[in-house]
């Protein structure tokens, strides 16, 4: 969780200083990067099984396989991605 901290101002208040790029990663996007990365894996072998078994790139098991890779993918780059 994003701590601010407080900064002395010439008007007499306190203003939060927000400027701090470095944060720490929440448990959930953490977990969300790690589960990605599960699914990236059961698609890239379902999509190596389907194609050992003889069924080609355009059977639906392949296609399915092919969303789970891009589906995890995409969830791995938006929990790694800096905000």
């Known amino acids: 969780m994003h701590r601010a901290r407080l900064v002395p101002s ?3 208040d ?5 400027s701090s790029k470095r ?3 929440s ?4 977990a969300s990067v790690v589960f990605g990365t599960v699914i990236v ?3 890239i072998w379902g999509a190596t099984e389907t194609l ?3 069924d080609g790139p355009g059977s639906a098991a392949f296609i399915i396989s092919v969303v789970f890779v891009l589906l995890g993918a995409g969830r791995v780059y938006l929990g790694l991605r800096p905000l």
Do not use: K, P, Q, T
């Open 14 to 18: 306190n203003r939060v200083d927000v």
């Open 27 to 30: 448990v959930y996007e953490a």
């Open 41 to 43: 894996v059961f698609g």
């Open 52 to 54: 050992l078994s003889g």
């Open 23 to 25: 944060r720490e990663r």
């Open 10 to 12: 010439a008007f007499g």
